[in-house]
C-alpha cells in the first residue's frame, strides 16, 4: 500500500504530545522554519522541559539541582509563542479526527498532531507497595532516589543495561554499597558487545560494586511496608535500604488504543515518521521504517529524539524527508566516557582500531559479515567520531548496485 | 549571533563539528567542545543553529537576534 501523499499546505495548528526533549524540538524546529500557526505542548509531567541523561548522573550525586536540567529559560520558552499544557497527561487520541483527549479533561483538536511521549520504565510485581523501591524515568524519580540515598547504606540496582550501570556509578561515587544484579552475564554486554561488556564488568568490580550477574531477580521483600531486600532466582537475598529498578522500559503508548493508529513496538510510522495523515511520531515510541537499513527501528536514546523532531518538523511543513540516522549514545560511568555509534552487537567481530584497551583509551569497530556497524569510543570520542564515516554504507539508502 | 558552550554539560558526541566544522572543533583529549568562531558569519549561522538543535546535551547556547 502506498502511503499517503504528504499535504503541501502547511497545517494550521500543530499539537504537540510529550513535552520533554523531542515534544521541545520540533516545537523549536516548526518556528526555525518559519511556522507562524498554533503550537501546542501537552505534557503529563509538571515541569518545563527537561533533559533526563543528567538524572542518572548530575542529579543523582547532587552536583546539580534539578532546574539545572531546564532545557530552555523561561523567556525562551515564552519567545516560542506556544501554548503549555504541563501536568496533565493525553488520555486519548482520536486519529482520524487528529483529536486528543487529556486527564483533566480537555479535548484538544488540530491540523497535525505529533506524538513524543516516550517511555515508561517496567516495575516489579509489588514495588509500588514497598517505600525505597524506585524506578528512574523522571526529574521527581530522581530527586525520590536522592533522597533515599542520604540514609540507605545499601543500594540494590536491578538491572545490567546503561540505566542500571550509570546509577550503580553515581552511587558509588556517594560512597553507598551497591550491588548490580542482572539477567545477563556482563554489564552493558547485550548493547556493547562481550569485549566492553566484560571490561565495564571489571570497571565496577574495581570500584568495589558487588556483582550478581546472569540472575533474575525473583521478589522484593519488605517489612512494614519498606523494601528489604531483593531475593534472586538463585535464592541468594540481597538485603537492601534501597532498590532500583531498571529492566527496561516500554513506549509509552498506553493511551493510544483505540485510536485507530498501528501499535506494535511502539507506534508504527513510514519512513516518513508518519503514523497516520496529519499524525507523526518521533523518539522512543516511535517505531519507523529505515531506508538506509531496509528495516523497522526504534530507537531509546536522547540523541534519536531531538533528530527525528527536525525531520517531523520538516515534512510537517511539506518537505519530503526519510528519517536515515546513524544512531548513537553515551555513557559517562567513574572516569570512562564511552560513544556508541551505529549497532554494537554480540555477534560482531570487534576490532580495536586506535588506541589500547590497557591503556584505557581505544576506538573499536565493529563489523558483522563483512560490513562495519558500530564504532565504539572508549575515552576516545573524537577519534571515533572520525571513524563514525566508516559507518555509512551500512546507514545510507539507495546503494544502486546492491 | 553569538555562540555560548557548556563545557560541563557536553558530552562530546561530536555533532555539532559533523553540522558546522569551522564553528565547533572537539578536544583530542577528552572528545569536549572547542569554540572556535564565538560570532560566526551570517553563511554559518543556519548550521549553528541545527547544532544548537540537536547537542543531545544541550550544551550550545545561541544569543541575539539574528
Redesign the interface.
Known amino acids: 500500500m502506498a502511503p499517503p501523499t504528504p499535504e503541501v499546505t502547511h497545517p494550521e495548528d500543530v499539537l504537540i504530545v510529550g513535552a520533554s ?1 523531542g515534544g521541545l ?1 520540533v516545537a ?2 516548526l518556528r ?1 522554519k518559519g511556522y507562524r500557526g498554533r503550537l501546542t505542548v501537552v505534557g503529563a509531567e509538571p515541569h518545563p522541559p527537561y ?1 533526563r ?2 538524572l542518572s548522573k548530575q542529579v543523582l550525586s547532587g552536583a546539580w539541582e534539578g532546574e539545572r536540567t531546564h ?1 530552555r529559560s523561561r523567556d525562551d520558552l515564552d519567545r516560542l509563542e506556544a501554548e503549555f499544557v504541563l501536568g496533565d497527561p493525553a488520555t486519548g487520541l482520536d486519529a482520524a479526527a487528529r483529536e486528543v483527549r487529556t486527564a483533566s479533561g480537555r479535548v484538544l483538536r488540530a491540523d497535525a498532531v505529533v506524538l513524543a511521549t516516550g517511555l515508561t520504565a517496567l516495575r516489579l510485581p509489588g514495588q509500588d507497595d514497598l517505600a525505597g523501591v524506585h524506578v528512574l524515568r523522571t526529574l521527581d524519580d530522581a530527586l525520590a532516589l536522592r533522597r533515599d540515598l542520604t540514609t540507605a547504606d545499601e543500594l540494590v540496582v536491578v538491572g545490567e543495561g546503561v540505566l542500571g550501570a550509570e546509577i550503580a556509578a553515581t552511587a558509588r561515587g556517594l560512597g553507598t554499597g551497591v550491588t548490580l544484579a542482572g539477567l545477563g552475564d556482563a554489564v552493558m554486554g547485550d548493547h556493547l558487545g562481550g569485549l566492553v561488556g566484560g571490561m565495564l564488568t571489571r570497571l565496577h568490580a574495581g570500584r568495589g560494586v558487588r556483582l550478581r550477574l546472569g540472575v533474575a531477580a525473583r521478589s522484593l521483600t519488605g517489612e512494614d511496608g519498606r523494601v528489604t531486600g531483593v531475593l534472586l532466582a538463585s535464592g541468594e537475598w540481597l538485603p537492601a535500604g534501597a532498590v532500583v529498578v531498571a529492566t527496561g522500559s516500554r513506549p509509552a503508548v498506553g493511551w493510544l488504543a483505540g485510536s485507530g493508529l498501528t501499535l506494535g513496538d511502539g507506534v508504527e510510522c513510514d519512513a516518513r515518521c508518519r503514523a497516520a495523515d496529519g499524525v507523526y511520531a518521533l523518539g522512543d515510541i516511535a517505531s519507523w521504517h529505515h531506508e538506509g537499513l531496509g528495516r523497522r527501528l526504534r530507537l531509546e ?3 534519536n529524539a ?2 527525528q523532531a ?1 525531520v517531523v518538523a520538516a515534512n510537517l511543513l511539506g518537505e519530503d524527508r526519510p528519517y536515515v540516522p546513524v544512531p ?1 549514545f ?1 555513557t ?1 560511568q567513574y572516569d570512562v ?1 564511552i ?1 556508541a555509534h551505529g549497532f554494537l552487537t554480540r555477534d560482531a567481530q570487534v576490532d580495536v582500531v586506535e588506541g589500547a584497551p590497557e591503556e584505557n583509551r581505544f576506538v573499536a569497530r565493529y563489523t558483522v559479515g563483512g560490513q562495519v556497524t558500530g564504532v565504539l ?1 572508549w ?7 572520525l571513524h ?1 564515516r566508516s559507518l555509512a554504507e551500512a546507514f545510507t539508502p539507495e546503494k544502486p548496485h546492491a | 549571533m553569538k555562540v555560548t558552550v557548556d563545557e560541563e ?1 557536553c ?5 555539532c ?2 553540522i558546522a566544522p569551522e564553528v565547533f572543533d ?3 583529549d ?3 567542545v572547542i569554540l572556535l568562531e564565538a560570532e560566526p558569519g551570517e553563511e554559518q549561522h543556519a548550521a549553528v ?2 547544532a544548537a ?6 550544551a550550545i547556547e545561541l544569543t541575539g537576534r539574528d
Open positions: 526533549a524540538a523549536e524546529a526555525r533533559d541523561p543528567p532545557l536514546n536522547r540523541t531531538v533528530e527536525q548513537y553515551w559517562d566516557k560513544q569510543g575515552n576516545m570520542a573524537k577519534a571515533a567520531r563514525r | 554539560k558530552c562530546g558526541a561530536g555533532q563539528v559533523l572537539q578536544r583530542d577528552d572528545g569536549i543553529r541545527e538543535a540537536v547537542c543531545p546535551a544541550a
